[in-house]
């Protein structure tokens, strides 16, 4: 996932570094015995894919001319064109293939270990982000236009934000693992929407950036940027290597490794530099290639078993081998022309993974199932309240929560508020109670059409997106008992996102909501059926949901990059997140599929409610799991592909909405009505706070989401505060 940004894909919940630890099981004896063949095997691969990537490209050299060049043969490296062709270009090329492939295997390997969680990824440290920020500001501000200046912003952005992440992390608890991944993420959300910002306002840096962020080995011109950075590389590969026996006694738990003489603090603070220093490079060489790191660690898992030596060797091959095969796929499968280097690996990536999740042997792997080790609420002891009424009629009666009947009221108002202040937000001059008579058709003609056509239609669009994304969330968190949950995960928003993209393409015409949903449930369907079904352990979900989105991702950015400037200037507004001409009639499907599902919802929230607590006691109360997850997902896909066919995806709603319904209303109820309110008011509050922040220039709504949810998501999720 790219952890595309955005919107940002949240990481899966790791255990805290204090919660008592299990010893890893030892390894099987069949891991002990194939070892070295594995690893010979691998090297004997990668030395087979560098021959072929030295002896593949646009010019007619073949491999016979370069094993003449290599041993020097009839005195063949004074050949002009060889030497330029072998010596200058591929060369340096193969060589930063293998370096970048195994210093990203190597960091995700190291991030996986020291958060103990298989689904750790780089750019969880927001290594990308801040990559990616750099080399923006030094397009859009300072102009920079060469390979060496985008290298040196690049690496310059990474190390900051890694450098934040360690700030936070260390700030409270030692820097535990958690924290370090939710530092990471909010980071790395803030700095994407910061990104968003500056791109959106300057067409060259999209231009520029559209490009580089796909990902290529094509501008390695010659030994100078490599051999600016191998320093930095030989640095955090011997930080890997030292930290290699310090992580084998974390993984024993904080207690026992202090035993055994080691600092666990210290210990993640130097992998944390490692995985810095490694991606950091990575990213400035090649630029910001994802799901590499968790592709290596998953295979050499697998091949490998979970010894944290073995694992990182095997990891750092692995990465090598993948991005040196992605980058000849790249050269040969468009000839004249490169395919983007990120593509190959998700297509390469995505099939490999999924294979390794549902075959037999990923039971050994290690693998706990993330919804269950979603960090425990501590909360506080309840005082003496007051009953809730109760309306009786007969021998009908109808409960009604007093604190969840204020919250509501309470949402409503403030929503109602926000209408109005939006509809005044806007170049005329019209006084706020002016336009709060315009809002209800009072008022001069004028002045009731301004308000009412073009401003109400956009606040209608953004309240119905709100609502079905706030929805969409509280049914996916209460569904995975897990407050980091969200749609994305099952790749929801990009499979929306890139089916809208396809069809404006085959069409010619933009705006075709009902692609949203077909995007939302195929890319659901997918999933469901590749990780085995509903009941399928919780990490063989998330992990085929990563690996989707990786493919939606990878085809979103080829969409945006093949298309003109101007064309894709306006569709990357839209993929951000963008209210910009909706009206009344984009956003009466999603009120006509709210006036359906909402009802739905909210006549499935007793019985799933009651899944909060173990299947089996479920069953006893006489719910069906099945079936009411199944209710539940179909519901969460449909209101979130809504969503996405009308504003796109918008970002951190459908995480923020639940979370704050439910501190409002208290954790007793399922805040069905309370998180659609919530998102409707996120949503017109990010559009209204987009429109008038910086006069003459629009935001859109989801860079604005984005850049204010990195910060609530750390607060939300290191809060010590409970309801």
């Known amino acids: 996932m790219t952890s595309s940004q955005a919107g940002v894909h949240e990481p899966p919940a790791v ?61 063949a490296r004074t ?3 060889l030497a330029l062709v072998i010596g200058e270009l591929r060369l340096p090329r193969t060589l930063t293939a293998l370096l970048v492939g195994a210093a990203l295997g190597v960091a995700g390997a190291q991030l996986q270990s020291v958060t103990r969680n298989p689904l ?33 912003f690049a690496f310059g952005g990474a190390v900051l934000a890694s450098s934040l992440v360690l700030l936070i992390a260390g700030s409270r608890g030692g820097g535990s693992p958690m924290r370090l991944v939710l530092g990471g993420s909010a980071v790395g959300a803030t700095f994407g929407g ?20 796909l990902g290529s080995l094509a501008g390695v011109e010659g030994w100078t940027t490599l051999r600016q950075l191998a320093p930095v590389l030989g640095v955090g590969f011997l930080l890997a290597l030292l930290t290699t026996r310090p992580l084998t006694a974390l993984a024993l738990g904080d207690d026992l490794a202090r035993g055994l003489g080691h600092r666990p603090g210290a210990t993640r603070a130097a992998v944390a530099v490692a995985v810095t220093l490694l991606t950091a490079s990575a990213v400035a060489l090649a630029g910001p290639i994802s799901f590499l790191g968790l592709l290596a660690g998953f295979l050499a898992r697998a091949l490998a078993g979970p010894r944290t030596g073995r694992l990182t060797l095997f990891a750092g091959l692995f990465g090598a081998a993948v991005l040196t095969g992605a980058d000849v796929l790249a ?30 042997r990923s039971a050994a792997l290690a693998l706990g199932d993330p919804a269950a080790e979603a960090p425990a609420v501590r909360r506080s002891e309840p005082g003496p309240a007051a009953p809730d009424p109760v309306l009786r009629y ?45 809002v209800f058709g009072q008022g001069e003609r004028l002045d009731v059409l301004l308000v009412q056509k073009f401003r109400l239609g956009r606040i209608v669009a953004g309240l119905a997106a709100g609502a079905a994304l706030g929805l969409a969330g509280c049914l996916t968190q209460t569904l995975a008992r897990n407050r980091l949950a969200t749609p994305e995960l ?142 539940c997902l179909l519901l969460a896909v449909a209101l979130a592909g809504l969503a996405v066919g009308v504003c796109g995806p918008v970002g951190f709603v459908a995480l923020a909405a639940p979370v704050l319904a439910a501190r409002l209303a208290g954790p007793a109820r399922v805040p069905v009505l309370g998180s659609a309110l919530t998102g409707a008011l996120l949503v017109v509050l990010a559009d209204t706070l987009g429109r008038v922040l910086i006069g003459g220039v629009e935001i859109p709504v989801g860079i604005v989401t984005t850049v204010l949810g990195g910060p609530f998501l750390l607060w939300v999720l290191l809060s010590r505060r409970t309801d």
Request: net charge positive; proline share 5%.
């Open 15 to 75: 255990p805290e570094a204090e919660a008592p630890a299990t010893p890893p099981p030892a390894p099987p004896r069949a891991w002990r015995h194939r070892t070295w063949p594995v690893a010979t095997g691998a090297v004997l691969v990668l030395l087979a894919l560098a021959a072929l990537s030295l002896s593949v490209g646009a010019g007619e050299v073949g491999p016979g001319r370069v094993l003449d060049y290599l041993l020097d043969h009839d005195g």
């Open 79 to 81: 050949d002009g064109r």
């Open 120 to 152: 750790a990824e780089t750019g969880l440290l927001g290594v990308n982000a801040g990559a990616s920020l750099g080399v923006v500001l030094g397009v859009s501000v300072l102009g920079v236009q060469t390979s060496y200046g985008y290298l040196a």
């Open 194 to 213: 910061i990104t968003g910002v500056l791109i959106v306002n300057s067409p060259e840096a999209y231009d520029r950036y559209r490009v580089w962020v």
């Open 331 to 360: 050269r040969v499968v468009a000839r004249p022309f490169e395919a983007p280097v990120s593509v190959i690996v998700a297509l390469i990536g995505a099939p490999a993974l999924i294979a390794i999740v549902r075959s037999r």
């Open 394 to 438: 007969g021998a009908w009666s109808l409960l009604l929560p007093r604190r969840a009947l204020l919250a509501g009221l309470g949402l409503a108002a403030a929503l109602l508020a926000a209408v109005v202040v939006s509809a005044h937000a806007g170049q005329s001059e019209l006084g706020l109670g002016t336009t709060f008579r315009a």
């Open 490 to 631: 099952l790749g929801v928003n990009d499979g929306a996102t890139a089916a809208v993209l396809i069809s404006a393409t085959a069409s010619g015409t933009f705006g075709a909501w009902w692609a949203g949903p077909l995007g939302a449930l195929a890319a659901v369907l997918v999933v469901t059926l590749v990780s085995g079904g509903l009941g399928a352990r919780g990490y063989r979900v998330l992990v085929v949901g990563l690996a989707m989105s990786a493919l939606a991702s990878a085809v979103i950015q080829v969409a945006l990059a093949r298309r003109s400037l101007n064309s894709a200037g306006s569709l990357y507004v839209w993929t951000s997140g963008s209210l910009n001409g909706r009206d009344y009639a984009i956003a009466t499907p999603v009120l006509i599929g709210l006036a359906v599902l909402v009802p739905i919802a909210l006549a499935v929230a007793r019985r799933l409610a009651v899944l909060r607590f173990d299947d089996s006691v479920a069953a006893s109360l006489g719910v069906d799991p099945g079936r009411v997850r199944l209710i």
